[in-house]
Each structure stands twice: as structure tokens, then as C-alpha cells.
């Protein structure tokens, strides 16, 4: 089992950046596939961003790509996800997921455990 806990979000403006932690405790998250949602009040939750077990793959949604980076430290059993050029439109309570058998998934059903969800709100 896995405990993910997110830090790192707030109130930006639009074209900040910012940069959200996933920090995983328990069985290390090299284990697991691991991706960040976003949902927005009145929205299904949307895939941001992944990387497979090893790391060999990573994916985007079409929102973000180019704007959005999904990292990890090993040595800190920790996720990132750098956002760049934000939006309005990016505002949503973000969660980071572990997944534990098979590749990456964009499709939030396919996760095993998750975090509380951080709040990123950006202002135009």
C-alpha cells in the first residue's frame, strides 16, 4: 500500500507558474504507475499527467501538453508536476495517484490509491 500526500498548490495569476509535490510513504511509488487529475466543480476528473513503473513512458493530456511537466526523485519518493504558462482554465483541485499493476492510464478509474487533492486556482 501506498499513502500519497500533495503540497504545493495556491492562488496564481495567469502565466505564472507553480509546482505541486506528490509525496509518496509505504511501499516505494517506483512500484507503481503514477499520474496527477484535475477536477473542476461540475466537471469529471481529467488526466494531467503520468509516467509507467519504470518511467520509460510518460503521457499528457492534450490541455497541458507543452505547458505541463510530470517528474519524480527517486531518492525523496516524490512526484512533481511543474505548470507552466497557467491559465484560468487550469483552476481545479489537483490529485496525484498511484496505480499498481500495468502501464500508465489517462483514465482516473484504473488508480488504486490517491491523495486528498490540492486546490490550484488561477486568476485571470
Known amino acids: 500500500q501506498v499513502q500519497l500526500v500533495e503540497s504545493g498548490g495556491g492562488l496564481v495569476q495567469a502565466g505564472d507558474s507553480l509546482r505541486l509535490s506528490c509525496a509518496a510513504s509505504g511501499r516505494t511509488f517506483s512500484s507503481y504507475a503514477m499520474g496527477w487529475f484535475r477536477q473542476a466543480p461540475g466537471k469529471e476528473r481529467e488526466f494531467v499527467a503520468a509516467?509507467?513503473?519504470?518511467?520509460?513512458?510518460?503521457g499528457y493530456g492534450d490541455s497541458v501538453k507543452g505547458r505541463f511537466t510530470i517528474s519524480r526523485d527517486n531518492a525523496k519518493n516524490t512526484v512533481y508536476l511543474q505548470m507552466s504558462s497557467l491559465k484560468p482554465e487550469d483552476t481545479a483541485v489537483y490529485y496525484c495517484?498511484?496505480?499498481?499493476?500495468?502501464?500508465?492510464?489517462?483514465?482516473?478509474?484504473?488508480?488504486?490509491?490517491w491523495g486528498q487533492g490540492i486546490q490550484v486556482t488561477v486568476s485571470s
Open positions: 509516467f509507467s513503473r519504470g518511467g520509460g513512458s510518460t
Open positions: 495517484a498511484a496505480r499498481q499493476w500495468g502501464s500508465y492510464s489517462v483514465s482516473y478509474r484504473n488508480y488504486d490509491y
